[in-house]
């Protein structure tokens, strides 16, 4: 793998192209793009990583309540370009994406061919929240998560996390560190460990 840099951290390269081969093969070497409208595909490789090992999701009590009396229901890939959108369209709200329309036609090939899932959240018919990612192996490279009620993408990760074992996910890639995700049990390891994990995880 190409030196990652300290600053900014685990920036590879840039440049190249989104097609499904060259994403599978940089998910598989822990690489994944992420970068601004109007710059070059930038590549990156953190160090530290962090990661959710299913079982240590933090499935308090609070949110197995919040589930229940906002009636969610969580199902797998029934609108995963329209979750992916939607994840783009909340994120320009607040002042930004990556997932622009270069973006969303990768990871929208990528669906098609069997490699990037999404996990949806319904109130009712009405998508309210969500995550989706790319899937190797054994692994979830999860690329972002949103919520239009409260708890609602908390709710998709909360069912991915315990049918782990159905959805065949032993690892939960999640990137850089956020405080959120930390809450709800995701820690950090380093680089070398993490490479070490999907080389016998993301088969």
Same mark, same amino acid.
């Given at each position: 793998?190409?030196?990652?840099?300290?600053?900014?951290?685990?920036? =590879?390269?840039?440049?190249?192209? =989104?097609?499904? @081969?060259?994403?599978?093969?940089?998910?598989? $070497?822990?690489?994944?793009?992420?970068?601004?409208?109007?710059?070059?595909?930038?590549?990156?490789?953190?160090?530290?990583?962090?990661?959710?090992?299913?079982?240590? *999701?933090?499935?308090?009590?609070?949110? $197995? %309540?919040?589930?229940?009396? %906002?009636?969610? @229901?969580?199902?797998?890939?029934? %609108?995963?370009?329209?979750?992916?959108?939607?994840?783009?369209?909340?994120?320009?709200?607040?002042?930004?994406?990556?997932?622009?329309?270069?973006?969303?036609?990768?990871?929208? @090939?990528?669906?098609?061919?069997?490699?990037?899932?999404?996990?949806?959240?319904? $109130?009712?018919?009405?998508?309210?929240?969500?995550?989706?990612?790319?899937?190797?192996?054994?692994?979830? *490279?999860?690329? #972002?998560?949103?919520? =239009?009620?409260?708890?609602?993408?908390?709710?998709?990760? #909360?069912?991915?996390?315990?049918?782990?074992?159905?959805? %065949?996910?032993?690892?939960?890639?999640?990137?850089?560190?956020?405080?959120?995700?930390?809450?709800?049990g995701a820690s950090l390891i380093a680089r070398a460990d993490f490479i070490e994990r999907i080389n016998e995880l993301a088969l």
């Amino acid at each position: 793998m190409t030196e990652a840099l300290d600053d900014p951290n685990g920036l =590879l390269c840039a440049g190249g192209n =989104l097609s499904p @081969e060259r994403l599978r093969l940089a998910y598989s $070497r822990g690489i994944f793009p992420w970068f601004s409208e109007g710059e070059p595909i930038l590549w990156w490789s953190p160090d530290p990583r962090l990661v959710l090992e299913p079982r240590a *999701f933090k499935f308090r009590r609070s949110l $197995r %309540q919040s589930i229940k009396r %906002q009636g969610f @229901e969580v199902r797998i890939n029934a %609108q995963f370009e329209k979750l992916i959108r939607l994840c783009a369209s909340t994120r320009q709200d607040r002042g930004g994406t990556w997932i622009n329309e270069d973006m969303i036609e990768a990871y929208v @090939e990528l669906h098609r061919q069997g490699y990037a899932i999404s996990f949806e959240t319904y $109130r009712g018919t009405e998508l309210v929240g969500g995550l989706y990612g790319v899937r190797l192996g054994r692994v979830l *490279f999860g690329e #972002s998560m949103v919520s =239009l009620v409260p708890d609602a993408s908390k709710a998709a990760l #909360s069912s991915l996390c315990q049918e782990s074992e159905l959805h %065949q996910v032993d690892l939960i890639d999640c990137q850089v560190p956020t405080s959120h995700l930390k809450s709800l049990g995701a820690s950090l390891i380093a680089r070398a460990d993490f490479i070490e994990r999907i080389n016998e995880l993301a088969l």
